[in-house]
């Protein structure tokens, strides 16, 4: 790999990484006490109509930023100014259109969609949430412009921006709705009209920062005669179609899945409307805390693109292949000990955040902590195909995951015994089998498979001695604890001070495994800001 590309792609991704720590940080003080303010059955409202939501957003954007990223930076690469304004202004005009369909759609047919997603109530929510897919549309294409130039930090502070702006309009409104009496559906409308804003903010700031720090016209200096629109639409769909076919049926795949979960309740199950939407809300919840450490893929996902781009363009496969392989291994890193301490923490971790959800919360969280280190690798090895030039094959994947899902979590769920606790299970069965395609078409097209060893090896082994501390901290703590009927902030200190506790703990035993096991060495060390002369203070070699 080229010093200097690794050096872009990580450190851009270390950038984008402390952005991201920032939104969850923001995102947790939004969303924890947004799902006490609406319990579970007003949660479901606003689960199911993020679920519609994202599906928009996801045909509008899901390609179309990652094919620009990549024209972008090779153009970039070969130094071609005129070119790169040029995918640039077709591909705004694209998003533009797309972005209008999607709003038009959710703001005229609003009662039918929640209709089917089985939600009657999610209606006023849904159609509140309408402008936020065009929005979100213009700030994705700007994202995409400066990500080609291997530019994280307009990214990263826009999300930063959307994300504070949400908590506060959002939660403002959410909570003065619930304190005027008014029901369920309104205050979770209320919550959604936090994202509407927040994408408006998040679009004017990208769109001001981008235009003052880039040369967004054509360049008189620069000699290259760029493509035509036509072509570079061409391009543009060539890439992206694929891509966004396959991430659409991702989300088809969600949309139904919420669908089916909360129908099959009611239907095979036998639970009466209410009492399926409290069982979908407390899943939902679990769903919130499992999320979480995908954010922490999106800074390898926005930088991995350009820099394999990049490296194929100079004719570097191996170079592409290395950046493929530290992606992975930094993923593995960052998650797979937030996977599994979400696993081992499960009961306490729902006990502190959702209070009223520690019926079924614990098992739900426990199954899908299993499965979040799956759900990132294959959303990394969904990105490093296309980058690749594979754009169809992550397709393949994701149906023959998305068929299982389908599959597992109907039969499931729809068994009494096993209800809502069936949905992780074909989520846990989906991204298995999306993650060994995957690992099988990289091996097929990329000039190396990659090393499952270096990747996993010395992370899991660490992982694992971390799960034991933190479980027996936990356990011990609790135990001494059990008496202690003091609270804050409604949390009662037996169940709080024991859970931070083995947090803590579980940081600090996974901290020094890593290092004392060479999970990670001088050379990652060195592709991050001042990572050297952190690497000496920690005595990593």
């Not at 402390?18 to 923001?26: D, E, P, S, T, Y």
């Not at 399926?276 to 999320?291: C, E, I, R, S």
């Amino acid at each position: 790999m080229s010093e200097k590309k690794g050096q872009n792609f990580l450190h851009g991704a270390a950038i984008y990484t402390v952005g991201i720590i920032l939104v969850k940080v923001l995102g947790a003080v939004y969303k924890i006490p947004l799902g006490n303010i609406l319990g579970n059955e007003g949660y479901t409202h606003f689960g199911m109509t993020y679920r519609i939501y994202n599906f928009f957003l996801t045909i509008s954007t899901a390609g179309f930023p990652v094919a620009m990223s990549r024209l972008i930076s090779e153009s970039d690469t070969l130094d071609r100014e005129n070119q790169v304004y040029r995918v640039f202004r077709v591909g705004i005009f694209s998003f533009l259109g797309l972005g209008a369909v999607g709003t038009l759609l959710m703001m005229l047919f609003p009662a039918e969609m929640a209709a089917m997603a089985g939600d009657v109530q999610a209606s006023r929510s849904i159609f509140i949430m309408a402008p936020s897919v065009l929005l979100v549309c213009v700030t994705a294409a700007y994202r995409g412009y400066a990500q080609g130039h291997a530019d994280m930090i307009p990214t990263a502070v826009s999300q930063v921006v959307e994300t504070a702006v949400k908590v506060i309009v959002g939660l403002g409104a959410a909570g003065w709705l619930a304190s005027r009496g008014y029901g369920l559906d309104v205050c979770a409308a209320g919550a959604i009209l936090g994202t509407t804003v927040s994408s408006l903010a998040a679009m004017l700031y990208m769109q001001i920062k981008v235009r003052r720090k880039y040369r967004v016209k054509p360049s008189a200096e620069a000699k290259d005669v760029p493509d035509s629109g036509r072509k570079i639409l061409w391009d543009l769909l060539r890439i992206g179609v694929p891509i966004t076919i396959s991430t659409s049926i991702m989300s088809v795949i969600q949309l139904l899945d919420g669908m089916i979960t909360l129908n099959q309740l009611q239907n095979a199950a036998g639970y009466e409307s209410t009492a399926a939407k409290v069982l979908f809300g407390v899943y939902d919840k679990a769903m919130t805390v499992y999320n979480v450490p995908s954010a922490f893929v999106v800074p390898f996902l926005s930088s991995i693109v350009p820099a394999v781009a990049a490296a194929r363009t100079r004719k570097e496969l191996a170079g592409a292949a290395d950046i493929a392989e530290s992606s992975l291994r930094m993923c593995t890193l960052l998650c797979l000990p937030m996977s599994i301490g979400m696993a081992v923490l499960a009961e306490p971790c729902m006990k502190v955040l959702y209070p009223e959800s520690t019926g079924q919360g614990p098992l739900l969280l426990f199954e899908l902590g299993i499965t979040c280190y799956f759900m990132t690798m294959s959303l990394m090895t969904n990105s490093i195909l296309p980058a690749n030039g594979n754009e169809r094959l992550p397709l393949i994947s994701i149906l023959l995951g998305g068929t299982v899902k389908v599959v597992v979590t109907s039969v499931l769920v729809g068994n009494p015994n096993v209800n809502i606790y069936g949905a992780p299970l074909g989520t846990l069965c989906c991204y298995i089998v999306m993650l060994s395609s995957n690992l099988f078409f990289m091996a097929r097209h990329m000039a190396r498979p990659m090393n499952l060893w270096r990747i996993v090896g010395r992370s899991g082994i660490s992982c694992t001695v971390m799960a034991v501390a933190a479980w027996s901290v936990w356990s011990l703590l609790h135990g001494l604890m059990g008496g202690v009927t003091a609270t804050v902030a409604g949390r009662a200190v037996n169940i709080l001070a024991p859970f931070a506790v083995a947090v803590m703990t579980g940081v600090v035993v996974y901290a020094v495994m890593a290092i004392a096991l060479r999970a990670i060495t001088l050379e990652d060390m060195k592709l991050f800001p001042r990572g050297e002369k952190w690497a000496k203070k920690l005595h990593i070699r």
